[in-house]
């Protein structure tokens, strides 16, 4: 899975810039859909070690939060949507805290 010697040998800086392009993107949106991209590009170069796991991470939780955003969006017409758009953003929200702090500690996501 992955070495824990090679902490240093792989950089976790682009996937912490990722952590905050999605934090920002509650202001600026864009900014999640960079991180994505970021996060797409950099896995292939952290294959095998422990920040590999953060940008799986990244992509699973951008691309779950859009599309149960998306699903949010077409329920708004029955209302319902709104509580869907509202519990995929506080999960977001929990992924990008849970990650960031994994981590600035060193450790893969489980």
């Known amino acids: 899975m992955y070495n824990p010697n090679e902490v240093r040998q792989v950089s976790k800086n682009p ?7 999605y934090a920002l993107s509650f202001f600026v949106g ?11 590009i950099k896995k292939g170069d952290a294959e095998g070690s422990w920040v590999q796991s953060h940008y799986s991470w ?5 691309w779950w939060t859009f ?12 209302w319902i949507g709104y509580l869907v ?18 981590l600035l500690e060193e450790r893969p996501i489980d």
């Open 67 to 78: 599309l149960w955003s998306a699903i949010g969006l077409v329920l708004t017409l029955v």
């Open 30 to 40: 864009i900014t999640a859909f960079i991180g994505v991209l970021i996060a797409h």
């Open 15 to 21: 996937a912490t810039v990722v952590y905050a392009l």
């Open 58 to 62: 990244q992509v699973r939780s951008f």
């Open 85 to 102: 758009i509202l519990g995929a953003l506080g999960w977001f929200i929990y992924r990008i805290v849970k990650g960031w702090l994994r």
